[in-house]
């Protein structure tokens, strides 16, 4: 069965390498016969959550800008897969002020059930993944019917295109077939 798969891109440079790897699972999906969207939020405005909780009994958000958008589509997805680099041993303040965005699902009937991450990182010590990680999972653990069922972390990659070539981009390509 099809699935809707979106992709939430947090990287701030044009094909930077979070961005070539969240590209290599959206080929994957894309030839398992998924539907894959692509959001890339340095393209996006999102303005920060003001902590309100108007949303909750609204069900979308009072600020007007595009990560209301967004949320709705994360709303209606079946899975979800959020692509980040890794900055300060988490995720990068866009994804993070997006995830705080998407508050308005909370306690709603949201479709997705799978929830991907794929991070980037200069760094390749393996604790340099653990508070990305650990950032979205307990965005995941919000909403019980969904699960954070797979993560690629590629370390030793900086500047734009240092990924090319790496077995993480295999990975992330079968991860998105598997979906």
């Known amino acids: 069965m099809s699935k809707k798969v979106l992709i939430i891109s947090s990287s701030p440079r044009k094909g930077g390498n979070s961005e070539t790897l969240a590209a290599a699972f959206a080929k994957g999906a894309q030839e398992a016969g998924h539907q894959v969207e692509t959001v890339f939020l340095r393209e996006k405005q999102v303005g920060f959550c003001k902590g309100c909780l ?17 949320a709705a589509k994360m709303h209606d997805a079946n899975v979800l897969v959020f692509a980040t680099p890794v900055y300060y041993y988490c995720v990068s303040g866009q994804l993070k002020t997006m995830l705080d965005r998407a508050n ?3 306690d709603t009937d949201y479709a997705f059930t ?8 200069a760094e390749d010590a393996p604790e340099t993944f653990a508070g990305t990680e650990k950032a979205v999972q307990g965005w995941v653990d ?3 019917r969904c699960a954070l069922v797979g993560t690629v972390f590629t370390g030793g990659v ?8 790496h077995i993480a981009l295999e990975q992330a390509y079968q991860m998105g077939k598997e979906v």
Request: glycine share 10%; aromatic share 8%; with cysteine.
């Open 54 to 70: 108007a949303c909750l009994n609204l069900g979308h958000c009072v600020i007007q800008d595009d990560a209301v958008e967004i």
């Open 158 to 165: 900086n500047g734009v295109g240092e990924i090319a070539g």
């Open 142 to 144: 919000c909403f019980p």
């Open 114 to 121: 799978k929830a991907y991450l794929l991070a980037t990182a």
């Open 104 to 106: 308005p699902l909370f």
